[in-house]
């Protein structure tokens, strides 16, 4: 029943496709074309034009260059009629069918398939047919996606390797260790514990010339994933649930204990004196006239061009009262000289003593870290038994206040032993001057926090453009350093 007689000099376009979702029910293209040339002889046509894509679901929404060529040929009158092996082959999700009969719509352009016969889809049967075969495709795709997922999960129950990309630091397979990658993730795990960034490790191995697991460089983020991901203790995660893998763990259980709790002390940390900023003395830095925080601005020089300077604000953004507005000093030469002042302070033989009190304090530290988080977590609970009715008001606010100070004393505790702790990270052998060049602006600020309690700049008196400093007209006598230790 193909309706309609054709002269022998209609126009036919072909369309085949195959489908990766479709892999054993479906054909090869070749195998489709044959078909449809056969069905357009029967029919009484020439072929004056074949399309295909090869490969490409028309589920997934993916462009498919061959179908969009075809709806072309049909806009334009190219063609008079279309032929497919099936009409799943052209469509798959009735929204396509949509768009498809609007386009044969004008030109009346008929489409016939081997398999499930004419689609006059100028009429309302036809269209109505073409609509209920899409209907059960998309019926069909979406149990098969369903198929695909309870695989998924029986897979992950079974603790196996997700498939997919490979994992860093494991062969393809996601079972077997390469000892080569494994020491890089063991690496920058321990240098995360030990005080460097994401960002500083990344940089670091792209400077070194190891490769990510798709041979290319690192950004802070995927050094990051590969340190923190389960797959590293053993742990399959699927759909946020973990479950027991079959695959060999790249670390320790230690470490990947330490690792969360350096993870837990940069948020602890974070958004008290901010270790993340750009400059190093952001935030130490005070008018000497007035004692305000000095804030940077860009600040014109002579010559035209701007550098950064420490300013003493007389408003703010707000235009309220800040400071005397009188003090203003180029940024560079003050940074040089507050680091030049450390280096020699670090130097002296009373800080090294202090600095070898606090050395393999990490036990302690980590025993902190334990009761920070347990008071969090007690401080929670409170707020829980509070609004379950289980505690009264009374006793939820006396219990507040306690675990609320034990809290903030174990908060304190904490920063002074973590700051104390960076200069613990000085590795041996290594100068003091040696560790700074290497670390990064948040060691570096660690540093400052742990011995700087602020620095004081004065106005500049007369005579102050002659002195040099560095290379630059700065009198450091203008500058006072008031240290912690
Ligand atoms: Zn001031």
Same mark, same amino acid.
């Given at each position: 029943?193909?309706?309609?007689?054709?002269?022998?000099?209609?126009?036919?376009?072909?369309?085949?496709?195959?489908?990766?979702?479709? =892999?054993?029910?479906?054909?090869?293209?070749?195998?489709?074309?044959?078909?449809?040339?056969?069905?357009?002889?029967?029919?009484?046509?020439?072929?004056?034009?074949?399309?295909?894509?090869?490969?490409?679901?028309?589920?997934?929404?993916?462009?498919?260059?061959?179908?969009?060529?075809?709806?072309?040929?049909?806009?334009?009158?190219?063609?008079?009629?279309?032929?497919?092996?099936?009409?799943?082959?052209?469509?798959?999700?009735?929204?396509?069918?949509?768009?498809?009969?609007? =386009?044969?719509?004008?030109?009346?352009?008929? /489409?016939?398939?081997?398999?499930?016969?004419?689609?006059?889809?100028?009429?309302?049967?036809?269209?109505? /047919?073409?609509?209920?075969?899409?209907?059960?495709?998309?019926?069909?795709?979406?149990?098969?996606?369903?198929? =695909?997922?309870?695989?998924?999960?029986?897979?992950?129950?079974?603790?196996?390797?997700?498939?997919?990309?490979?994992?860093?630091?494991?062969?393809? +397979?996601?079972?077997?260790?390469?000892?080569?990658?494994?020491?890089?993730?063991?690496?920058?795990?321990?240098?995360?514990?030990?005080?460097?960034?994401?960002?500083?490790?990344?940089?670091?191995?792209?400077?070194?010339?190891?490769? /990510?697991?798709?041979?290319?460089?690192?950004?802070?983020? +995927?050094?990051?994933?590969?340190?923190?991901?389960?797959?590293?203790?053993?742990?399959?995660?699927?759909?946020? +649930?973990?479950?027991?893998?079959?695959?060999?763990?790249?670390?320790?259980?230690?470490?990947?204990?330490?690792?969360?709790?350096?993870?837990?002390?940069?948020?602890?940390?974070?958004?008290?004196?901010?270790?993340?900023?750009?400059?190093?003395?952001?935030?130490?830095?005070?008018?000497?006239?007035?004692?305000?925080?000095?804030?940077?601005? +860009?600040?014109?020089?002579?010559?035209?061009?701007?550098?950064?300077?420490?300013?003493?604000?007389?408003?703010?953004?707000?235009?309220?009262?800040?400071?005397?507005?009188?003090?203003?000093?180029?940024?560079?030469?003050?940074?040089?000289?507050?680091?030049?002042?450390?280096?020699?302070?670090?130097?002296?033989?009373?800080?090294?003593?202090?600095?070898?009190?606090?050395?393999?304090?990490?036990?302690?530290?980590?025993?902190?870290?334990?009761?920070?988080?347990?008071?969090?977590?007690?401080?929670?609970?409170?707020?829980?038994?509070?609004?379950?009715?289980?505690?009264?008001?009374?006793?939820?606010?006396?219990?507040?206040?306690?675990?609320?100070?034990?809290?903030?004393?174990?908060?304190?505790?904490?920063?002074?032993? /973590?700051?104390?702790?960076?200069?613990?990270?000085?590795?041996?052998?290594?100068? =003091?001057?040696?560790?700074?060049?290497?670390?990064?602006?948040?060691?570096?600020?660690?540093?400052?926090?742990?011995?700087?309690?602020?620095?004081?700049?004065?106005?500049?008196?007369?005579?102050?453009?002659?002195?040099?400093?560095?290379?630059?007209?700065?009198?450091?006598?203008?500058?006072?350093?008031?240290?912690?230790?």
């Amino acid at each position: 029943m193909h309706g309609t007689e054709y002269m022998q000099d209609t126009r036919f376009a072909i369309y085949s496709r195959i489908s990766r979702d479709r =892999v054993g029910a479906g054909l090869g293209v070749e195998r489709q074309q044959e078909d449809c040339e056969k069905l357009v002889a029967q029919l009484g046509g020439q072929i004056v034009a074949t399309f295909s894509d090869n490969d490409i679901s028309a589920y997934s929404g993916k462009p498919r260059p061959g179908y969009e060529a075809l709806l072309r040929v049909i806009k334009n009158g190219d063609v008079d009629a279309v032929a497919v092996w099936h009409q799943d082959r052209l469509l798959r999700r009735t929204i396509d069918l949509e768009h498809y009969i609007d =386009v044969c719509q004008p030109t009346k352009t008929p /489409t016939h398939t081997v398999m499930a016969g004419f689609f006059d889809l100028t009429t309302p049967a036809g269209r109505a /047919t073409a609509k209920t075969l899409a209907a059960w495709a998309s019926y069909e795709v979406e149990t098969s996606t369903d198929r =695909v997922k309870s695989a998924k999960l029986q897979a992950a129950k079974a603790g196996k390797p997700s498939g997919g990309n490979r994992a860093y630091g494991y062969e393809q +397979n996601g079972m077997v260790i390469i000892p080569e990658e494994a020491a890089v993730v063991r690496e920058a795990i321990d240098r995360f514990v030990a005080g460097d960034s994401w960002r500083t490790i990344a940089l670091d191995f792209n400077e070194r010339g190891i490769p /990510t697991a798709k041979g290319k460089l690192w950004a802070a983020i +995927n050094v990051r994933n590969v340190a923190v991901r389960p797959r590293n203790i053993s742990i399959r995660v699927h759909n946020d +649930n973990e479950y027991p893998a079959v695959w060999p763990s790249l670390i320790s259980m230690e470490t990947w204990e330490d690792l969360h709790l350096a993870i837990k002390r940069g948020q602890a940390l974070h958004g008290q004196r901010s270790y993340t900023r750009k400059h190093l003395l952001k935030g130490f830095v005070h008018c000497g006239l007035c004692d305000t925080r000095m804030n940077i601005i +860009n600040a014109q020089q002579r010559d035209g061009s701007y550098s950064p300077a420490f300013n003493c604000r007389k408003k703010d953004h707000r235009g309220q009262d800040v400071g005397c507005g009188r003090v203003k000093r180029k940024k560079e030469p003050v940074e040089a000289l507050v680091i030049d002042c450390l280096m020699y302070r670090l130097d002296t033989p009373d800080l090294t003593a202090m600095l070898a009190k606090d050395k393999g304090d990490s036990g302690k530290l980590k025993e902190l870290m334990r009761d920070h988080e347990a008071q969090s977590l007690r401080l929670q609970e409170i707020l829980n038994l509070y609004s379950t009715g289980e505690m009264t008001f009374s006793e939820y606010k006396s219990a507040k206040t306690a675990a609320s100070a034990r809290l903030d004393a174990l908060g304190r505790e904490l920063d002074q032993k /973590t700051s104390r702790n960076t200069i613990g990270l000085i590795p041996a052998g290594q100068t =003091v001057r040696e560790a700074w060049d290497k670390a990064d602006i948040q060691w570096r600020r660690q540093l400052v926090d742990t011995l700087i309690e602020k620095v004081l700049i004065y106005p500049k008196q007369l005579g102050d453009q002659k002195v040099i400093y560095k290379g630059f007209k700065f009198n450091p006598d203008r500058v006072e350093i008031r240290w912690k230790a």
